[in-house]
């Protein structure tokens, strides 16, 4: 079947660095997504993964190992802004998304 | 970048009456939409998968008759929630994928919340 699991809620400070793990369980696999989604809004595009290996853009990286079904995405510099929902998505054919419930980061200053 | 409006942001209507909402895609032909719902602190779930000119796919669960999906042209896409309930209030997003690029994203619109009284 298919799973993508992460952690429910983080917690964080200001200035510090974040992992948000993510693992997932698909019948196929093109390539992982990391979304951030404020409250009441929708998502916003993060990164992208489908080889393994570390992907950096400023302060954010995601890492991804299809091997272990693993990934990552790393937050630096935390600033208050960064206080969201992260949401893992496997694409597991052309298109379509099987989302994570996503992990609610909360930053203290 | 590309950039995918809805309308409206936000709608009240009473039990029992239809409401329409609109995905466009502003800047991009959008052969491929969705449609997710989202209630509070979860996360997103699919809906239905609509391509442009073809009837929409619908998830397990989904009751194709009373989400009306039309994907008539390839930057318009519309959700029609018939007969609303109380139970359908929620806070609708549309994404789109720009079928003429190989660009991965799916561009989301900022969401519709709806809120059946």
């Known amino acids: 079947g298919q799973n993508i699991d992460q952690p429910t809620e983080m917690t964080a400070t200001e200035g510090a660095i974040v992992q948000i793990n993510c693992t997932y369980q698909?019948?196929?696999?093109?390539?992982l997504f990391w979304y951030q989604q404020h409250a009441g809004e929708a998502p916003t595009f993060l990164s992208y993964n489908v080889l393994d290996g570390l992907e950096e853009k400023g302060r954010f990286s995601s890492f991804l190992s299809r091997s272990k079904g693993y990934s990552y995405l790393l937050l630096k510099e935390l600033q208050m802004k960064d206080s969201a929902s992260y949401l893992c998505a496997v694409r597991e054919g052309n298109y379509q998304l099987i989302w994570g419930a996503g992990t609610k980061l909360i930053i203290k200053p | 970048g590309a950039v995918v409006s809805q309308h409206p942001s936000w709608v009240i209507c009473k039990s029992g009456t239809s409401v329409k909402i609109e995905c466009r895609s502003l800047d991009f032909q959008a052969t491929t939409m969705f449609w997710y719902r989202q209630f509070p602190k979860q996360s997103l779930m699919l809906m239905a998968t609509?391509?442009?000119?073809?009837?929409?796919?619908?998830e397990q669960g989904v009751e194709k008759d009373k989400f009306l999906i039309n994907h008539a042209s390839l930057t318009l896409s519309t959700l029609t929630v018939t007969s609303a309930h109380p139970e359908d209030s929620s806070f609708y997003i549309c994404?789109?994928?720009?079928?003429?690029?190989?660009?991965?994203?799916?561009?989301f619109g900022p969401g519709t919340r709806l809120t059946v009284t």
């Open positions: 994404s789109a994928r720009d079928g003429t690029s190989d660009h991965y994203e799916q561009y």
């Open positions: 698909t019948s196929g696999f093109n390539g």
């Open positions: 609509s391509n442009e000119g073809s009837k929409a796919t619908y």
